[in-house]
């Protein structure tokens, strides 16, 4: 796993706001995945297919598409809310990035 620095300094503040409750986020989030799984059915993520979330927060999302056979990758500007993600999905590339700062 890579480590790549690109946070812009409200990249850095968000990520610090968003990780204060991270593993309360991940309860929360939970809740949307009947929402998730409709997506990964309409959009036939299966394997052999690559998804890459943009601000992944705590990985729910990638879960549900590395078990329908997707090979995952996530970006998020919470390192703490990263941490929470690779608990839950040790297989993903995970990234600490601000999605606005990318060139």
């Known amino acids: ?60 999302f990638l879960r549900s598409a590395a078990d329908a056979g997707a090979e995952v990758a996530g970006v998020d500007a919470s390192e703490r809310l990263l941490d929470v993600a690779r608990r839950r999905v040790p297989e993903a590339d995970l990234r600490l990035a601000d999605a606005v700062a990318a060139r």
């Not at 990780?19 to 998730?36: F, I, K, N, V």
């Not at 990964?40 to 927060?57: N, Y």
């Open 1 to 60: 796993m890579a480590a790549t620095r690109t946070l812009t300094e409200k990249g850095e503040r968000w990520g610090r706001r968003w990780g204060s409750w991270a593993e309360e986020w991940g309860r929360m989030e939970e809740q949307q995945m009947p929402t998730y799984a409709e997506a990964i059915r309409r959009l036939a993520i299966g394997p052999g297919q690559r998804v890459l979330d943009i601000g992944c927060g705590t990985g729910v």
